[in-house]
């Protein structure tokens, strides 16, 4: 099982990007994912995801801002990121929760100059 994760780069402040986050050798389906993110010298923090009953969740600082959806079809699943802000930096990761196992991406680094 490998979930790649695309889609960081440098934006200026109210710019947007849009992540994404490609499984192989599994589906994403209906179960539970999320993204998450850690910015330096910080620990890593969820950013929003969606549970296994179809609910998107936000964290306070990303609400309006953030949305996460995934298309079943192409196996992928997405943040569209608008609005970003300096304090939004940080390696973005992808997760699945699959029969009660973990598996993360390898992360994309989103800058976010001032």
């Known amino acids: 099982v490998q979930l790649q994760a695309s889609g960081g780069g440098l934006v200026q402040a109210g710019g947007s990007l849009r992540l994404s986050c490609a499984a192989s050798?599994?589906?994403?389906?209906?179960?539970?994912v999320g993204w998450y993110r850690q910015a330096p010298g910080k620990q890593r923090e969820v950013v929003a995801r969606?549970?296994?009953?179809?609910?998107?969740n936000y964290a306070d600082a990303v609400k309006g801002r953030f949305t996460i959806y995934r298309d079943i079809r192409k196996n992928t699943l997405y943040l569209q990121m608008n609005s970003l802000k300096p304090e939004d930096t940080a390696i973005y990761y992808c997760?699945?929760?699959?029969?009660?196992?973990?598996?993360w991406g390898q992360g994309t680094l989103v800058t976010v100059s001032s």
């Open positions: 050798g599994t589906t994403f389906g209906l179960n539970a």
């Open positions: 997760k699945l929760v699959k029969n009660r196992k973990e598996y």
């Open positions: 969606i549970s296994s009953d179809r609910t998107p």
